[in-house]
């Protein structure tokens, strides 16, 4: 089974550390969105892509490396970290993963920390995220990906 990560994570590198977390499990390749215009998706059984979610949705690069690829029937999932551990604002990307008929295999947030505009006036939120618990989330997500589908 060859998998990769893709992740967008300029805000604190938390979505880095989910991404790392994740590749570590199941043994994955994770590379930066800006080295990314160049996979061959083909090559793979199991694609990821993560990022922070900036102003209601993923890093527009990798929205576009996403509208740019050739996902057809391909495994997929997607993850972000933002201020709440909530999926609701995977739906953009989601809509474009099943517009080109991928098979997404599931969608994972966990809490990042936030230090934006004013938030950094009070130290930011969701401060110390993605912590243990959300890395081991991260990994078991993954884990279970594999067990279930490859
Ligand atoms: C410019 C900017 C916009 C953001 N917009 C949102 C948002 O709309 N919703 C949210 O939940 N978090 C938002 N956040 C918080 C980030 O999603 C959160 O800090 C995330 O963990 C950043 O990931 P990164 O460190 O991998 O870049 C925003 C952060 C930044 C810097």
Redesign the pocket.
């Known amino acids: 089974m060859k998998a990769i990560i893709i992740y967008s ?8 550390k989910v991404a790392l977390a994740m590749g570590e499990a199941i043994n994955a390749e994770v590379i930066e969105e800006a080295q990314a215009k160049t996979i061959d998706f083909s090559k793979y059984d199991l694609i990821g892509f993560g990022s ?5 949705g993923f890093n527009k690069k990798m929205v576009e490396l996403i509208g740019n690829a050739s996902l057809e029937s391909k495994n997929v999932f997607v993850f972000s ?4 551990g909530s999926t609701k ?1 995977h739906k953009a990307v989601l809509d474009i993963l099943n517009s080109k008929n991928a098979n997404i295999l599931g969608s994972f947030s966990c809490k ?3 230090t ?1 505009g004013p938030f950094k006036l009070i130290g930011g939120v ?1 401060k110390n995220h993605p912590d243990e618990a959300d890395l081991k989330a991260a990994r078991d997500f993954v884990k279970n990906i594999c067990d279930n589908n490859m």
């Open positions: 994570s300029y805000h604190h590198g938390n979505t880095k922070g979610i900036y102003a209601f970290t933002n201020d709440s604002n990042g920390w936030d934006f969701s």
